[in-house]
Nanobody, 124 residues
Framework: QVQLVESGGGLVQAGGSLRLSCAAS????????MGWFRRAPGKEHDFVAR????????YYANSVKGRFTISRDNAKNTVYLQMDSLKPEDTAVYYC?????????????????WGPGTQVTVSS
């Protein structure tokens, strides 16, 4: 049974930091690219970041570049999103997602597995 479970969300003041984790099980984690997306109320899923199998090919949305860092630990089947210098506009539900292959893909519909999401709220 495939599972992705996010954790680490919460309420933080603008300028603060949070570290999200996503624990994966039920599939061959080390052969899947992993991505983080977010969804604000009334909006579609927005791409945030993705990382390839080995952790060397990383791509960020322009809105988070320089503030967020994606990483993975294949031994722990976990992907992380370190979020620094948070802004109120970062408020959203954050989802991790997995897709087979190593192509740089940012379209949400191309990701096969999804977690239930974790809420991040940034107050001004």
């Amino acid at each position: 049974q495939v599972q992705l479970v996010e954790s680490g969300g919460g309420l933080v003041q603008a300028g603060g930091s949070l570290r999200l984790s996503c624990a994966a099980s039920g599939f061959s984690f080390s052969t899947y690219a992993m991505g983080w997306f977010r969804r604000a109320p009334g909006k579609e899923h927005d791409f945030v970041a993705r990382i390839d199998w080995g952790g060397s090919n990383i791509y960020y949305a322009n809105s988070v570049k320089g503030r967020f860092t994606i990483s993975r630990d294949n031994a722990k089947n976990t992907v992380y999103l370190q979020m620094d210098s948070l802004k109120p506009e970062d408020t959203a539900v954050y989802y991790c997602a997995a897709r087979p292959g190593n192509d740089v893909v940012i379209a949400a519909k191309s990701y096969e597995y999804w977690g239930p999401g974790t809420q991040v709220t940034v107050s001004s």
